[in-house]
């Protein structure tokens, strides 16, 4: 026999607005949970990329450090590198323009932090659902909540039956819009948290490893943990 009251009684018995409140909870939920497993996965390989990162300043030349970096489009840190080298080429040998006012060191920087912006607006992409569902999810659940009450009254009122049982039943359905709507929520707010933690991770590593590229294509040298320059990856014409 099947239960009076639950999930599926409020679904069965609710209007259409409860089942589009409902339906947009679910569609929320899933939208969160597909962002939240993507963007994770994402900052796992994104960590692999930064430990890979470590060994291109043990390579014998640049070339060499690339091919450690792994051949995979997608790598920032490999993306990085080339960006910082294809800038120090083009101010080297480009002439007769606005750039040739700045000195190689401010045009790299600008270039690798041009690249650093634009992955780090690929990190962000996707939070902003996660925020969005984490701080509409209950006011949607307890609005739900307010139309499936109301409705709940009416119906009462309309049997004139008013006892413990009668009103418990109706009430308690409506109020399982509120849990829903928690239910979505939390996991958005906490994956929205933990996701951004990630993102800072990889982001110090990227700055730093832009960093130390700059100082090697300015310089020909790796800046070391003691601020002094550590020869390392000699900078050969046209690397």
Known sequence: MESQFGIANVWTQGDFVTRFVAVLLLAMSLASWIVILVK????????KYARAAQSFW??????????????????PFRQLALEGREATAHHRNTKG?????????????????????????RLQSGL???ASVGSTAPFIGLFGTVWGIYHALLAIGTSGQSTIDKVAGPIGEALIMTALGLAVAIPAVLGYNALVRGNKSVLIRMNSFAHDLHAYFVTGARVSSSGEAARVLPLKKGA
């Open 58 to 75: 043990h390579s014998e030349d640049f070339a060499a450090g690339l091919g450690k970096l792994g051949a995979d489009p997608g790598n």
């Open 97 to 121: 323009q606005l750039h040739d006012s700045l000195d190689v060191s401010d045009w790299v920087t600008g270039c690798l932090r041009n690249c650093i912006d634009e992955f780090t607006a």
């Open 40 to 47: 994770a996965l994402d900052i796992i390989q994104f960590k």
């Open 128 to 130: 902003a659902i996660l």
